[in-house]
């Protein structure tokens, strides 16, 4: 249940092992925060909490091999970047990462010298990767024609049908699909469906892309605690990204997209003439303890892999394997416990 790249990859997964799969989504496939991320694939550091540092490793090793399936699949380019990350970082915003990549202004110039950092700015280079989302997820659909995977779209699941205190399958607005395993990969709007009261909310993210002047014009990834720059290889340079609670509420705000184009400005001055492509807002799914929601609930047949909050595109890989391990009663290759259901279905019956 959900086809955004969580669910997308763990249909794929489930039919690497043989399994018959249906993917319901409400809207259309990919259409709702995959398509609204950034794509950096941060595995470590403040962004990253301790508890998911090692889920968070496994998947970024797992990402070449991960992008060139797809890729031979699909015939479609994810647009998988390892240039790196510059950091910048000022007095109240210092990096956890070892100083030993900490570049000189004059290293920072040669790696980018379209980049104006201030001299007061500490700049780290990270070994990251980045991706495009919106290729991944249309890699992903394309390889599904190759994995027989059958998708229904438009179909809103109002309810998970449980018998004899096990699953049953899915009930939609239209029909009911029967099913002895539901996996509800539905993220910011995984908790509206019955019988349990998963606690993800949506996390606004406001961005928006503008038009290189060339291609070779920025490298790398750059973060500031003001703003991110995400180039890729077709000449695009995102933009982001706001962190708002604001519901389901996906308009973006003018003023809020001047501030990010005009931090983005001061650190790229060259831009200044550069044309405005679009701009969008995501729902991030959220959790109140900031961690995804992996595993089985204690109805028979029944998972949750959703809450990944700023993560989803950088833990797809890992999540499509642990939970392909779940669902078909191996042992994990890592320990999921933390993140079980649970630990917040538990508190709901109690």
């Known amino acids: 249940m959900g086809a955004g790249i969580i669910g997308l990859s763990l249909a794929r997964e489930l039919r690497k092992r043989n399994r018959s799969v249906l993917v319901v989504e409400r809207g259309e496939p990919g259409h709702e925060a995959s398509r609204a991320a950034a794509g950096m694939l941060v595995a470590s550091g403040n962004e990253t909490p301790d508890e998911l540092k090692d889920l968070a490793a496994a998947s970024a090793q797992m990402y070449p091999e991960f992008a060139h399936e797809l890729e031979d699949e699909s015939g479609v380019s994810v647009d998988l970047r390892s240039e790196g990350t510059i950091l910048l970082a000022n007095q109240n915003h210092k990096p956890s990462n070892s100083s030993s990549n900490a570049l000189t202004q004059a290293e920072l110039a040669t790696l980018e010298p379209n980049l104006l950092a201030p001299p007061s700015t500490e700049a780290v280079l990270l070994d990251e990767r980045s991706v495009d989302p919106r290729a991944l997820v249309e890699a992903t659909l394309k390889a599904y024609k190759h994995r027989d995977v059958e ?138 303890d900031g961690l995804p929601i992996l595993g089985a609930t204690s109805t028979q047949g029944y998972f949750v892999a959703a809450g990944h909050f700023r993560d989803g595109i950088l833990l797809a890989p890992v999540t499509a394997r642990l939970m392909g391990q779940a669902i078909s009663g191996e042992k994990s290759a890592l320990d999921i416990s933390r993140f079980s259901p649970q630990r917040f279905l538990a508190e709901a019956a109690s």
């Open 151 to 288: 998708i229904a779209s438009g179909a809103l699941v109002v309810s998970i049908d449980v018998e004899r205190s096990r699953v049953a399958g899915v009930t939609t607005a239209q029909t009911r699909y029967f099913s002895p395993i539901v996996v509800n990969c539905a993220g910011a709007w995984a908790g509206q469906v019955s019988p349990y009261n998963i606690p993800t909310r949506p996390v606004k993210g406001q961005m928006l892309a503008v038009a290189l002047p060339t291609r070779t014009f920025l490298h790398h990834v750059v973060r500031s605690p003001e703003v991110y720059l995400v180039p890729r290889s077709n000449g695009r340079l995102l933009v982001g990204a706001t962190v708002e609670e604001a519901g389901f509420d996906k308009r973006t705000d003018a003023a809020t997209i001047h501030r990010l184009h005009h931090a983005a400005l001061t650190l790229v001055p060259g831009l200044e003439e550069a044309r405005i492509l679009e701009d969008w807002a995501g729902l991030r799914p959220g959790t109140p």
